[in-house]
Every structure is written in structure tokens, then in C-alpha cells.
């Protein structure tokens, strides 16, 4: 994984935990993925949409919306999408967990 989505994947869980603890408030965070990086994500891995969706739980309306433009990924959404990047084979082992 790189240092780059290490820390920001470290960040957003920081204020995760000040959420859960009341210390902070929470915010809708949007970061900014284009809808050509998230395809470039899905064939990435040499999925179709509907493959991608359901490989990693996702909703197929989902992934065509953000790959159209007609929607964004929350934070967490992003970060999930970062991780399939990194490293899909292992996404998709923790879901079959």
C-alpha cells in the first residue's frame, strides 16, 4: 500500500474515533475521486461493472453513478475504493470471511 493512501486512510480514522467518542463532530466528507479514476479502478482489476458490484458489495446504480459523474463517494466510500486499488485480491478475501 503506499505511504500516501496509508495516511490518509490513518487521518479519516483518527476522526472516525473522535466521532465515536463525541469529541467531534461529524461532517460530510467528500473526496475527490473523478469518475474516470474510479473506472480506472474498476478495469484496474478486469471487472465489469456488474462484476465489480458484486464482488465487492457495492451497488451496480452505485458504480454507474459515479462513473458517470452523477454521484460522489463519501470519504468512505473513496477509501474503500483505494483499498480495491491497493490491493482487490485481499478486499475480496475479507469479505468472503
Not at 3 to 24: M, P, Q, W, Y
Not at 58 to 70: A, F, P, R
Not at 77 to 88: E, G, H, S
Amino acid at each position: 500500500m503506499d505511504n500516501k493512501l496509508f495516511k490518509e486512510l490513518d487521518t479519516n480514522l483518527k476522526e472516525a474515533v473522535k466521532v465515536a467518542k463525541g469529541t467531534s463532530a461529524l461532517k460530510s466528507v467528500y473526496v475527490v475521486l473523478s469518475p474516470s479514476e474510479i473506472k480506472a479502478i474498476r478495469t484496474g482489476v478486469k471487472m465489469s461493472q456488474a462484476v465489480f458490484a458484486r464482488s465487492f458489495q457495492l451497488s451496480l446504480d452505485t458504480i454507474k453513478g459515479w462513473e458517470q459523474g452523477k454521484r460522489k463517494p463519501d470519504a468512505a466510500a473513496a477509501n474503500y475504493l483505494r483499498l480495491i486499488q491497493a490491493d482487490p485480491e485481499h478486499v475480496q478475501r475479507m469479505l468472503a470471511a
